[in-house]
């Protein structure tokens, strides 16, 4: 089983999107998918897919009270995907956050214990991938959750913020803790695609992330995704538009190459 | 690490002691705690041999005949109902006529130190225990050096690994299992104790 993370520096570059995406392209193909909500200070899967009263949350998990099984939510058989997509959410209730925020290192410790545990249990249970949405920056939980993930699939949208960020996080964290990545940059803005201009933006990541990461691709910035008003996975209701077409190609190289090596050594302590 | 063996007679009395922990108040002194830890032992957890928790110490108790056994180890896991009821069995056998006259002469039971030293596993009479400083969360992951990593991650799913399971899942030899495991808990975020099954590294 291959377990990678979307993760950024900043919020807003679309992770979420993209891992409901991502994950449910692979569904189609074949692929047993498993996919976890981990950003716990803000939960948003559970919008795109859709919970009930009675869905069992990862906090459930962690705190003892649920089984595995019980936290995964399979996506309804309409979809027809060939393979299997479960989703596990994190609890959006308001006072769940504040609980989790008010947790210690110790509290961190243990759900990461857990999450390694569930990580295997995934494994055991015959899931090809697991794919963990991340809470941005440099959180306990993001942190914990670079840690449960074989790689790393850093997204990023083009602007200084996010460059200096992502470089940050990749010297800062994905570096010492020897972690493979990928960088995926989002809501690339058409005009960017037009020379000079692509040459140019080309060039720059170049110099700034050849040494410490691998650029997987640009997808442009699609109006469809906006207008799906967050409650779509378009790969599962419009398969045909630009921004799924374009996606596939970027899932086809995850699925393919192999689990990345990191890049940069050397920057302990 | 097994810090004290008490034997206590009916009323309290505690007429055998052996610290192995110098650093152990006054087994005198220590005599009215341990007869009213045994106290509420019995009649809170009957004939379950249970530790009670207290100032980082188990204090464990078992009920024969005339004689109340008291264990105080480090770890739960150090005493369980064959040591502590053979540590019984042998004072009983040893003093069974002594047991039923005056108990209160100096030194009575002294020789029963050599019995106890035989009757203990020499590894459980060791001071191994290292506590860890700080938890090993993915923070505290962060700060080991890359070799060390891919071990303390296993040790913060697992919790608790000895040598033998840290080497079997690396795929690397006991020695270098050991030897990784002690750098990390060098370092602060594990620590390492006697179990049952010998020594043993944990998280917390």
């Known amino acids: 089983m291959k377990c990678f993370t979307l993760h950024s520096y900043k919020g807003g570059t679309g992770k979420t999107t993209l891992v409901a995406n991502i994950a449910a392209i692979l569904a189609q193909e074949g692929k047993n998918v498993a996919v976890l909500d981990l950003d716990f200070q803000a939960p948003s899967l559970h919008t795109l897919i859709g919970i009930s009263t009675k869905t069992k949350y990862i906090n459930d998990f962690l705190d003892g009270s649920v089984s595995h099984q019980d936290i995964l939510n399979d996506m309804p058989s309409s979809f027809s995907l060939d393979g299997r997509m479960a989703v596990a959410f994190s609890n959006p209730d308001v006072d769940a956050i504040r609980t989790q925020l008010a947790q210690d290192r110790k509290w961190h410790m243990n759900a990461l214990s857990q999450l390694l545990s569930l990580k295997q249990m995934l494994a055991d249970d015959g899931f090809d991938y697991t794919i963990l949405d991340s809470a941005p920056g440099v959180h306990y939980s993001s942190v914990n959750t670079i840690v449960l993930s074989d790689f790393a699939v850093l997204i990023a949208k083009i602007d200084n913020f996010d460059f200096d960020g992502t470089l940050n996080i990749l010297k800062g964290l994905y570096t010492p803790l020897d972690k493979g990545t990928y960088l995926l940059f989002n809501k690339v803005v058409p005009p960017m695609f037009k020379e000079p201009r692509y040459s140019q933006m080309k060039e720059t990541i170049s110099e700034m992330f050849s040494d410490l990461t691998t650029v997987l691709g640009y997808v442009p910035c699609y109006c469809d995704i906006p207008m799906g008003m967050g409650s779509e996975i378009h790969a599962l209701t419009s398969s045909e538009i630009a921004f799924v077409t374009g996606l596939r190609a970027v899932v086809k190289k995850i699925d393919e190459m192999p689990i990345p090596k990191p890049k940069a050594k050397g920057a302990k302590k | ?204």
């Open chain 2, 1 to 204: 690490m097994i810090r004290a063996v008490y034997v206590l007679v009916e009323g309290g009395v505690c007429i055998y002691n052996r610290a192995y922990d110098p650093s152990l108040a006054d087994p005198m002194l220590m005599s009215s705690f341990v007869s009213a830890v045994s106290q509420f032992s019995k009649e809170a957890m009957g004939d379950d041999l249970k530790g009670i928790e207290s100032d980082g110490r188990f204090v464990f108790v078992a009920d024969h005949d005339r004689i109340l056994t008291v264990v105080i180890a480090d770890d739960p896991d150090e005493v369980d109902t064959s040591l502590i009821d053979y540590i019984s069995i042998s004072f009983l056998n040893r003093y069974s006529q002594e047991l039923l006259g005056d108990t209160g002469k100096s030194g009575q039971f002294e020789d029963f130190n050599e019995i106890l030293d035989r009757i203990i596993p020499p590894h459980l009479l060791r001071d191994t225990r290292v506590a860890p400083m700080e938890p090993l969360d993915g923070l505290s992951l962060l700060e080991l050096p890359s070799d060390l990593q891919p071990l303390a991650t296993i040790l913060i799913r697992e919790q608790t690994l000895t040598v033998h399971n840290a080497a079997r899942e690396l795929r690397i030899s006991e020695p270098a299992a050991r030897a990784k495991l002690d750098s990390i808990v060098s370092l602060g975020k594990a620590g390492r104790k006697e179990g049952k099954g010998g020594l043993v590294y944990y998280v917390e």
